[in-house]
């Protein structure tokens, strides 16, 4: 299922989730004691702010409401969302922005290269929201950008968190040609839950995605993170590790579902820090060359030191 919704009317007056308006509220327990974040309030954090601005551009740090924006932005790693700042999906969980998207942006790849450059990034993040109305989804503008980067920051990492590219035959193989050094991307929940949480996407393709990524190129590292708190089991927690570690993925998050407003989906559990601990346990032994989780852990959170990790785990098992 794709959702559009019209944007013809001024944006300022539409509700960024119009499909979601008129659903009844959705209450959720109170946050438990360890997730606590401080607010942005930093030098560093203005500075970040100030670069990103300034370059016209859009992250999913400030769109999906990153709890870790502050301790983020504070070191400036911001993580880019090209594409605009509206999605053409309506998942139950994202707070970006629903609705048609505007026209590509010829020059957003230069300045997200431009950015990385000012910000001095050893390690970029580069995400996008779903572009369902563009014929290869948005892969050329994905590859684009990862060339604008190479050529400004030739020493500078790039990790990719992509859309799942569902129903744009070659729309991968685009991707994977400008060599990413790492290729995410996010199953989100254990399939029990897609039709609630993840209705526009499709459980299987996005694992046979990651897998079709090693095939094609088995140096990019692959990566891809489930929340937990959305009324999964533990057990299907467990078989999504094992679906990963079928298609060969490196590099496993997992992170707390917080709810972004009312009319988003629940949340239907807290769940504990040692739990995580036990869930990054037994992803290790697994076999996931880098695992990260915890009640904060996100897709992009410390990803230029985890690359680091996740370089060094791999060349200790080629030994």
Not at 73 to 84: L, N, S, V
């Amino acid at each position: 299922m794709v959702t559009i919704i019209d944007t013809i009317s001024d944006s300022h007056l539409r509700p960024r989730h119009p499909e979601k308006v008129n659903r009844p509220d959705a209450l959720s327990p109170p946050k438990p004691s360890w997730i606590r974040v401080r607010a942005p309030t930093t030098r560093g954090y203005a500075d970040t702010r100030n670069i990103v601005k300034e370059h016209g551009l859009v992250t999913v740090c400030e769109e999906a409401g990153c709890p870790n924006i502050g301790e983020c932005w504070d070191k400036k790693h911001a993580t880019f969302m090209i594409m605009g700042d509206t999605c053409t999906r309506a998942c139950a969980f994202c707070n970006v922005r629903t609705g048609l998207p505007e026209a590509l942006d010829a020059s957003e790849p230069e300045h997200v290269a431009d950015a990385t450059a000012k910000l001095g990034l050893t390690h970029v993040v580069v995400t996008s929201v779903d572009r369902d109305d563009l014929a290869d989804g948005g892969a050329a503008h994905f590859a684009e950008t990862i060339r604008a980067i190479r050529a400004r920051c030739p020493t500078t990492t790039i990790e990719v968190l992509t859309p799942d590219f569902l129903r744009k035959d070659g729309a991968l193989e685009v991707v994977v040609a400008a060599k990413p050094d790492v290729f995410n991307h996010n199953l989100e929940t254990v399939p029990s839950r897609y039709l609630n949480v993840r209705p526009g996407a499709r459980y299987f393709h996005s694992v046979r995605l990651l897998q079709r990524v090693k095939e094609l190129d088995p140096t990019i590292f692959t990566k891809s993170g489930i929340m937990v708190g959305l009324g999964e089991e533990r057990q299907e927690v467990l078989q999504v590790m094992d679906d990963l570690r079928s298609a060969d993925v490196d590099f496993l998050t997992i992170g707390q579902y917080l709810q972004p407003t009312r009319k988003h989906h629940a949340v239907m559990g807290y769940v504990t820090p040692d739990e995580f601990k036990a869930y990054e346990k037994v992803a290790y032994a697994k076999g996931f060359l880098m695992v990260s989780a915890s009640p904060l852990t996100r897709s992009s959170h410390h990803a230029g030191e985890d690359f680091a990790k996740l370089k060094a785990a791999r060349a200790a098992v080629a030994r």
